[in-house]
């Protein structure tokens, strides 16, 4: 079965600086998506970036960068110049290519210090 | 931008009656979805929908959930008969094209279900 773990459920960032969040997972597969999304208070869920299984190269969206380990099945976030508009829980969740279930992880919350 | 809608964002129901949370997904999405959020836990997937058939389903999704297109714009989730643990925030979804094409979930801002 495939699983997502976030170690922590809890990070803290100064304003301006760079956080790093931490997902592994667990699958047999070979073809497959990652991804993170941000839930703000207002609980909508946002997709921040996503990540191909079969590309080595690390996405990036402007100030979020991910660190993809496909042999560790490491996939961590990285944000650049955090803003208070960051704070929310994050989410990181994997899903096979040819299926329609993602996989969530419990998710991290972030307060971003001014 | 488009964005998937749901309603009513707080339903308050009583053990043993039913429920329906309404979704409206955006116009050309094909795949739509239901996913549940217990409060202080993680999101989980219930049900995915394409072509007015349900496609995956997951182990909590038993018999006394359903899922409906009843016309082009609506996709809604019914609970037949609620239990104090289906109070969570519910969250509708939609894809144009399935995962595997990497077209990425839309979600709505969810329906807080408290069941008392």
């Known amino acids: 079965a495939q699983t997502v773990t976030q170690s922590q459920p809890e990070m803290s960032v100064q304003e301006a600086e760079t956080v790093t969040l931490s997902c592994t997972y667990d699958t047999s597969e070979s073809d497959y998506y990652l991804f993170w999304y941000k839930q703000p208070p207002s609980r909508q869920m946002i997709l921040v970036i996503r990540?191909?299984?079969?590309?080595?190269q690390n996405a990036t969206e402007n100030r979020f960068s991910v660190n993809f380990q496909k042999a560790a099945k490491s996939f961590s976030l990285k944000i650049s110049d955090s803003q208070l508009g960051d704070a929310a829980m994050y989410f990181c969740a994997y899903i096979r290519r040819g299926t329609n279930q993602f996989y969530f992880g419990t998710g991290t919350s972030l307060t971003v210090i001014p | 931008e488009p964005e998937v809608t749901q309603t009513p964002s707080h339903q308050v129901t009583q053990m043993g009656q039913e429920v329906i949370l309404r979704c409206v997904p955006i116009s050309n999405h094909l795949y739509f979805y239901w996913y549940r959020q217990i409060l202080g836990q993680k999101v989980e997937f219930l049900v995915s929908f394409y072509n007015n058939e349900i496609s995956e389903k997951s182990e909590i999704f038993d018999d006394q959930f359903s899922v409906e297109r009843p016309d082009g714009s609506n996709f809604t989730l019914k609970i037949r008969s609620t239990k104090l643990e289906d109070s969570a925030m519910y969250f509708c979804?939609?894809?144009?094209?399935?995962?595997?094409?990497?077209?990425?979930?839309?979600f709505g801002n969810g329906t807080r279900l408290t069941v008392t």
């Open positions: 979804a939609s894809s144009e094209e399935g995962p595997s094409r990497r077209s990425p979930l839309h």
């Open positions: 990540q191909e299984a079969y590309k080595q």
